[in-house]
Structure formats: C-alpha cells, structure tokens
C-alpha cells in the first residue's frame, strides 16, 4: 500500500517495525481496522526503505527498543529526518530493556509494554496522535 499525501491527511501514517511475523500482521490490522494506514516492516532496513518510498510523511513509528539492523532509536532519529514530526512509541516485553539506551527519558515516556490489549494500543496511539475519540 502506498499513502498517498492525501490519504495521508485523511488517515495517519504509522510505521510498525517488528520482527515477529504474528505480532506484526496482528497490529497491522488492528491499526487497519482503526483506519489508519500502515507501513510493515520486519528490520530497521525495511522500515527506512518503507519510509523513503512512502510518498506522506509518517505520523508515528512504533517499533522495539532492538529491532534487527539497528536500534529503535536510532530508527526513530535517522526516520525524523525525513518526517521530523513523527511520534515513537517504543514495545518491549522487558522494561529493563531500557536501561541500555543512552538517553531513556524519551523512551520512558513513549514506552508500552507487552503484552499489550487492542485497547491499550489504539488509546496510546490516539494520544501520541492527537486524535479525539
């Protein structure tokens, strides 16, 4: 799928970077449904080709703190380059997983944790987004 600037301004664009097959196709369409569009990734390579190719800025990243092929913040700041005001929101099933990071205060604040509900996804989405339910 390729969004477009105009479905992009009717529908936020969110990169989901995850390198577990299920989890992925199960979020993608969780956020489908939700009507957003969304840009699968299984690597960090992946995500920055997705990006690139994408004709809208991304809204919002959601990815590890270690996908494959590079750090998720590191993602986060080389995909902000191209959209710099894309929000993150970080998932790990290990909270300590953050104490590898050099400058945790922005991860802490954007993390989720797994397991995570559908709803729980969805109401940490619409508030990095700023989108009203």
């Known amino acids: 799928m390729r969004a477009t ?3 992009a301004t009717l ?3 969110i990169l989901v970077v995850e390198d577990h097959d299920s989890l992925r196709q199960s979020m993608q369409q ?3 449904d939700a009507d957003f569009l969304v840009l699968p ?3 960090a390579h ?3 080709a997705l990006a690139e190719s994408c004709a809208a800025p991304i809204n919002l990243l959601i990815t590890s703190l270690h996908p494959d092929g590079m750090p998720g913040p590191d993602l986060a700041l080389c995909l902000r380059k191209r959209s710099p005001d894309m ?3 970080y998932s790990s099933a290990n909270p300590l997983d953050v104490l590898e990071i050099p400058d945790p205060a922005e991860v ?3 993390m989720l944790p797994r397991p995570f509900s559908k709803t729980t996804l969805l109401r ?3 508030i990095l987004l700023g989108v009203q339910t």
């Open 5 to 7: 600037p105009t479905q």
């Open 11 to 13: 529908h936020p664009v």
């Open 30 to 32: 969780i956020l489908e």
């Open 41 to 43: 990734a299984a690597n």
């Open 46 to 48: 992946q995500a920055i």
């Open 87 to 89: 929000s993150v929101l």
């Open 108 to 110: 802490v604040s954007s």
């Open 124 to 126: 940490r989405i619409n």
